[in-house]
């Protein structure tokens, strides 16, 4: 079964940057759609940025221009460059796989169990 391991979480201050991993390990076949999703305490999950197979890639209004979604495809590693951080975007951040190019978190079958981005100011 599809496993998905996040890394590169931590703490910075506003207008820093922090760059996410996630390793998928364990499928059959390479996974078509990934995604990050990021959920803060007392709120519900929410999309970031979502690239298909093709490279195809869609952000959240609130990410864009400031996150960048990426993959290789020989490691089946998904990426997310954050840049220009503020205190609004610490979460637990989510990799999520095998849905579809979209920011809608139920359309994901497989998740990670995620890393904390803490921004403080």
């Known amino acids: 079964q599809l496993q998905l391991v996040e890394s590169g979480g931590g703490s910075v201050q506003a207008g820093g940057s922090l760059r996410l991993s996630c390793a998928a390990s364990?499928?059959?076949?390479?996974?078509?759609?990934l995604a990050w999703f990021r959920q803060a305490p007392g709120k519900e999950r929410e999309g970031v940025a979502a690239?298909?197979?093709?490279?195809?890639?869609r952000y959240a209004y609130y990410v864009k221009d400031r996150f960048t979604i990426s993959k290789d495809d020989d490691k089946v590693t998904l990426y997310l460059q954050m840049n220009s951080l503020n205190p609004e975007d610490t979460a637990m951040y989510y990799c999520?796989?095998?849905?579809?190019?979209?920011?809608?978190?139920?359309?994901?079958?497989?998740w990670g169990q995620g890393t904390q981005v803490t921004v403080s100011s």
């Open positions: 364990g499928y059959k076949y390479k996974p078509y759609h």
């Open positions: 999520a796989a095998d849905g579809a190019l979209t920011l809608r978190a139920s359309a994901y079958n497989y």
């Open positions: 690239i298909d197979r093709d490279g195809n890639t």
